[in-house]
């Protein structure tokens, strides 16, 4: 089992959407600085010129900061082939972006057999619950599905990552820990996102324990992360709610502590709120639980 290096300042970058208005690479990596992140998504998409994408790369390079990663988010796992074969495309052509960026992943969730795309009128359906999706036939599709994406596109300096998720592989540290060796690709690597995973009053209450699970495991191969909370409701039956870092249960002193023993620079991206106001205090919430655990954000 991998062990976490010591810890050590400015082990990590924190990164979030960009809000306001920017029209030059040098506009954007400044107002990134202006939310105080040193971390954020691919500003640009799949259709950007090469020479696009270096001025976005060097302006980055330039201000400091990391591109996290690039969101292939799609249904590739879906029975539907006029949704499957596009979504296979789009993580293509997603992963092409993040190598050309030099972004620290491509990021995706496996799918879901209920069939829908993550656009569109059927995208409730895209990464929903299904009972097919826990089934080791579906495991193997994903398996499958992944060694397809990295082998056509072969990225050389990025990774394609799959999202941890409640009611999908990988589920649970010991899935993606099996995943990561049937899937057998140097390329494929870890997207954590804790909330994600969960899915019960067991993990809930003792969701230090989970995390440090999944840092034990799958340490090495965390190339970015989410920064989320969750909250148990104490209404029947069972109920958890994604709510903003600082309004749940997270034990975000571990996690943070956890995240400090990976290699430098590894973002935390706060994702899933309204406002730039709501950014804002979860930011805030997040810098001063590093601080109490001795760690600077960058």
């Not at 696009?52 to 330039?62: I, K, R, T, W």
């Not at 999202?163 to 999908?168: G, I, N, Q, S």
């Not at 799958?218 to 994604?242: F, M, N, Q, W, Y």
Request: some cysteine; charged content about 25%.
């Amino acid at each position: 089992m991998w062990r976490r290096a010591a810890r050590r300042e400015m082990g990590m970058r924190l990164g979030g959407p960009v809000f306001g208005e920017w029209s030059t690479p040098a506009e954007w990596a400044g107002a990134v600085k202006g939310h105080g992140y040193g971390a954020a998504s691919c500003p640009v998409g799949v259709e950007a010129s090469d020479s696009e994408v270096e001025a976005f790369a060097a302006a980055a390079s330039h201000a400091d900061l990391i591109i996290a990663e690039v969101g292939a988010w799609s249904n590739p796992i879906s029975p539907r082939a006029e949704v499957r074969e596009p979504s296979l495309e789009r993580c293509r052509q997603s992963l092409e972006l993040a190598d050309r960026v030099g972004a620290r992943c491509c990021v995706n969730i496996a799918g879901s057999r209920l069939g829908g795309e993550g656009d569109g009128p059927t995208a409730a359906g895209w990464d929903g619950p299904h009972p097919d999706n826990l089934s080791e036939a579906t495991f193997q599709l994903i398996v499958a599905t992944v060694q397809g994406i990295i082998d056509a596109v072969q990225p050389t300096r990025t990774w394609y990552t799959l999202e941890t998720m409640p009611w999908v592989p990988p589920d649970s540290p010991e899935s993606y820990e099996r995943l990561i060796e049937a899937v057998d690709r140097p390329q494929f690597a870890v997207h954590l996102d804790p909330v994600n995973i969960i899915n019960s009053p067991a993990r809930y209450f003792d969701n230090g324990a989970v995390i440090r699970d999944c840092f034990a495991r799958l340490g090495p191969h965390i190339r970015s992360c989410h920064g989320k909370d969750i909250l148990l409701a104490r209404g029947l039956t069972v109920h958890l709610d994604e709510v903003c870092p600082g309004d749940g249960g997270l034990d975000y002193r571990t996690y943070l502590e956890e995240l400090a023993g990976l290699e430098a620079d590894t973002p935390l991206m706060l994702e899933h709120l309204s406002t730039p106001e709501e950014y804002e205090r979860a930011a805030d919430f997040v810098r001063a639980a590093a601080r109490d655990v001795g760690v600077e954000l960058g």
